[in-house]
């Protein structure tokens, strides 16, 4: 097991010329120790980049899961799933922690040291903050945040957790209002709130370059802290992500409301810089890791296309559409992503035919896909060891537009990658162990608190 | 002079171990890097202008007993007094990133002394988390081979702890995990931690929190400098 927190630090400023023979000197070390370390911020399912670590195997997959009203106790729930490869319970649940309610569960994420994991309720607005670290195969509920809507200003849908240093960021979907204006929110380590930064629109724009419009949506959140810059994408607020899939798509003007944009930050000073038309609701932000690659994918879940945002030759932050996901008019809706450590293999996910596809995209400008695989009747979620060897998909994407009867598979399934195909390890059913609809899988391990 | 190479030696000396530690976990997996084909070979970002933003306070600072180089007890929240604080946890048999945090600190200590409003504002501490082996006398020593000769240098001090009874609630105070490394065997020279830095107004509040990337002296020096603008403006 290896396991190692690495700094990031990447700006390599004028101030070395100004300090003389021993910090040149100095100044040549950290490059070079930012040429060596880059490669290894590379996490597990493109984790934030300020968290050690798994770089050798994962022990533990904590699944947050939705409760199914009449499944065991209904209540949302994180589950943990054993994948030491030598125990007795590999590929077994092996603990389950409820809370007490449903809230549609779906997103969260590890603070910087690792020793929290925060899982967000998409309707309650509730933050559910778990102790990982003292017990990895036993996580416990210490701590829930209930006032998040009244703390924050009126921001609703908490759903990414982002560990930036001493903190969290929360990314929203909506407001009190319901509606998809949404914000990003700062809370310290323990539970405190910080701050509230709003997703900027064309009336408070906050200064931003806007290519077409600002539309104020929020989904995911992500940092390439080298570059200072921060990139949000959009999705839609609780009126629609909370209604039937089935009645939303009939309602011509509920789905005029998703988002279309994606915002770069300066991450620093969390100000708003540009906003890029990325039609079709971008989802999910995926940052290369090599220390050149200045560029993120991002998936459109109405529209089926893969996006490339990139820093250009001319230093100028661009956005373009670099491939079909599937074939778009059957709207496969892309969901998930995860791109490997060496930034040369992008996963994605499409829920509605449950297809894993895998695409080259050493030439990021020209992603090709490689293979591809049906998973179940519907899939969402990806997880990506840090080696790239072994896959993990669930196939809940939420409570209300998940699919009905034979297809309602509720799953997860674990594969390994050799480059070449997916092969199954093991698979657990989500109904079967009263357990519910699994959405956000995250690893953990014993060795990231002793070494 | 001496001190000066001291300086740069031990640096490189520490880098260098960082470096072949390093090695290990890059392994074979090699990244699909683009190297850039012109000159450009820069990290830097451009700067906010001080001022044009905000910094939120994120917790109290805590205080807690601690002790000078000479061996002297103070309550460190007296020492956050009077000035703006950038406090470092470290500890002086580090291998990696506590050298590196002590070199970008010391670039700061120097680049401070550009501006003397910065210089006589601000205050740097240095605090172990290993008062076991870090007594008065070995961080008086690091203290020797880190801290600024330049005139004008704000001020940098190096603290410890009596104990690690003393030292328990600070940690726990400044989300601190610290642990020996399980992967060293019987020998508990090294230690689990992950590096943070604060950044503390002069009324005990943490206004941010620095990893190594973002303790880049020029950024540090203009967060001070937006702190500043703020006490000569209403305040918080």
């Known amino acids: 097991m290896s396991i190692r927190s690495y700094p990031d630090h990447s700006e390599l400023r004028g101030w070395h010329s100004k300090l003389g023979l021993r910090s040149a000197l100095s100044g040549f070390a950290l490059a070079m120790f930012l040429t060596n370390a880059t490669p290894t911020l590379s996490d597990e399912t493109c984790q934030s980049p300020y968290m050690p670590k798994i770089t050798g195997e994962e022990e533990f997959v904590y699944v947050w899961t939705l409760g199914v009203e009449g499944l065991g106790d209904g209540s949302d729930k994180l589950v943990t799933i054993d994948v030491r490869k030598d125990s007795a319970t590999f590929g077994k649940v092996i603990d389950a922690d409820s809370v007490g309610g449903r809230g549609e569960a779906h997103h969260g994420g590890f603070t910087d040291d690792r020793r929290h994991f925060w899982a967000a309720g998409l309707d309650d607005s509730k933050i559910y903050i778990f102790d990982v670290a003292t017990n990895p195969a036993n996580p416990r509920l210490i701590k829930t945040i209930s006032n998040f809507v009244e703390e924050t200003g009126g921001a609703a849908g908490p759903h990414g957790a982002y560990a930036l240093p001493g903190r969290m960021l929360i990314s929203t979907l909506s407001n009190k209002s319901r509606d998809g204006r949404a914000a990003l929110v700062e809370y310290s380590n323990d539970g405190k709130y910080v701050a509230t930064h709003w997703m900027p629109t064309d009336k408070e724009n906050g200064g931003a370059k806007i290519e077409k419009i600002a539309d104020g949506y929020g989904y995911d959140a992500r940092v390439l802290p080298r570059k200072n810059v921060m990139l949000t994408s959009s999705f839609t607020g609780l009126d629609n992500y909370m209604r039937p899939l089935g009645d939303l798509i009939k309602d011509a003007n509920a789905m005029k409301k998703f988002g279309q944009t994606m915002v770069l930050w300066d991450f620093h000073a969390r100000k708003p810089k540009q906003v890029f038309h990325v039609p079709g609701t971008p989802l999910e932000v995926r940052w290369a890791w090599g220390p050149y690659n200045n560029y993120a994918f991002t998936s459109t879940a109405l529209t089926s296309k893969l996006w490339l945002v990139y820093e250009d030759k001319d230093g100028q932050w661009k956005a373009k559409e670099v491939a079909d996901i599937g074939d778009p008019s059957k709207t496969p809706l892309p969901v998930d992503l995860s791109l490997s450590a060496d930034d040369k293999t992008l996963f994605v996910d499409t829920f509605m035919d449950g297809m894993a596809r895998v695409f080259d995209v050493s030439d990021p400008h020209k992603p090709k896909q490689i293979y591809e695989k049906k998973i179940g009747s519907q899939v969402n979620m990806v997880s990506q060891s840090w080696d790239g060897k072994r896959l993990y998909y669930t196939s809940s994407l939420l409570a209300n537009w998940d699919k009905g009867g034979k297809d309602n598979e509720q799953f997860l399934k674990a594969y390994t990658w050799d480059g070449q195909e997916l092969k199954p390890r093991f698979e657990i059913d989500f109904t079967a162990e009263k357990l519910g609809r699994p959405h956000l899988m995250s690893f953990g391990s014993a060795s990231l608190y002793t070494n | ?236």
Not at chain 2, 29 to 41: C, E, F, V
Not at chain 2, 167 to 177: C, K, M
């Open chain 2, 1 to 236: 002079m001496l001190v000066s190479v001291l300086r740069t030696g031990l640096t490189l000396a520490l880098l260098a171990f960082s470096f072949a530690a390093l090695g290990h976990d890059v392994g074979s997996h090699k990244p699909a890097i683009n190297t850039p084909k012109d000159s450009r070979l820069e990290f830097a970002f451009p700067l906010p202008v001080p001022g044009s933003y905000e910094l939120p306070p994120i917790m109290n600072a805590a205080g807690g007993v601690v002790l000078d180089e000479e061996g002297a007890k103070h309550e460190l929240a007296d020492l956050l007094r009077d000035r703006i604080i950038v406090l470092a946890f470290i500890y002086t048999r580090c291998g990696d990133v506590c050298p590196m945090a002590s070199l970008q600190l010391s670039a700061l200590q120097d680049l401070a002394t550009e501006t003397p409003e910065v210089a006589h504002g601000v205050r740097l501490l240095s605090m172990s988390f290993d008062p076991d082996y870090d007594t008065p006398v070995v961080i008086k020593e690091h203290a020797r081979i880190w801290r600024s000769q330049k005139k004008g240098a704000p001020e940098w001090r190096f603290l410890t702890a009596p104990d690690r009874v003393a030292l328990a609630p600070l940690l726990v105070a400044y989300n601190q995990s610290i642990g020996p490394k399980s992967d060293k065997g019987s020998s508990t020279s090294e230690f689990y931690h992950i590096f943070r830095a604060f950044l503390i107004d002069r009324k005990g509040k943490v206004r941010n929190i620095y990893s190594l990337d973002f303790l880049d002296p020029k950024l540090v020096v203009t967060d001070i400098k937006t702190l500043l603008l703020e006490e000569k403006g209403a305040g918080r």
